[in-house]
Each structure stands twice: as structure tokens, then as C-alpha cells.
């Protein structure tokens, strides 16, 4: 069971924070500082908390 729940969490941060992170970095500014917050914000919170 803990293996399943460390896989969801680790797909779902590579699911959405890969394509966000081209997105940053093709924007710059103020763009790529809004989505590093929640980038970090989204790594920052077990996926446990989050369910």
C-alpha cells in the first residue's frame, strides 16, 4: 500500500510539474516566479495531505 501511495505522489508531481516547468522557463519573469511557488508548494505537502 505505501508503495502505491509513493508512486501516485511521484507521478502526479512529474505529471504536472514537468509541463509547468517548460512553462516557466519559455515565460521568465514574473510567470516563472509564480509557478516556482507552486511547484514548491505542491512538493511541500505529503500526498497523504493532500487525499
Given at each position: 500500500?505505501?508503495?502505491a501511495i509513493d508512486t501516485i505522489g511521484?507521478?502526479?508531481g512529474a505529471i504536472f510539474d514537468t509541463p509547468l516547468s517548460f512553462i516557466a522557463a519559455?515565460?521568465?519573469g514574473?510567470?516563472?516566479d509564480i509557478i516556482g511557488i507552486l511547484?514548491?508548494?505542491q512538493?511541500?505537502?505529503p500526498f497523504l495531505v493532500m487525499a
Open positions: 500500500m505505501s508503495f511521484t507521478l502526479v519559455w515565460a521568465g514574473i510567470v516563472d511547484i514548491d508548494f512538493t511541500a505537502i
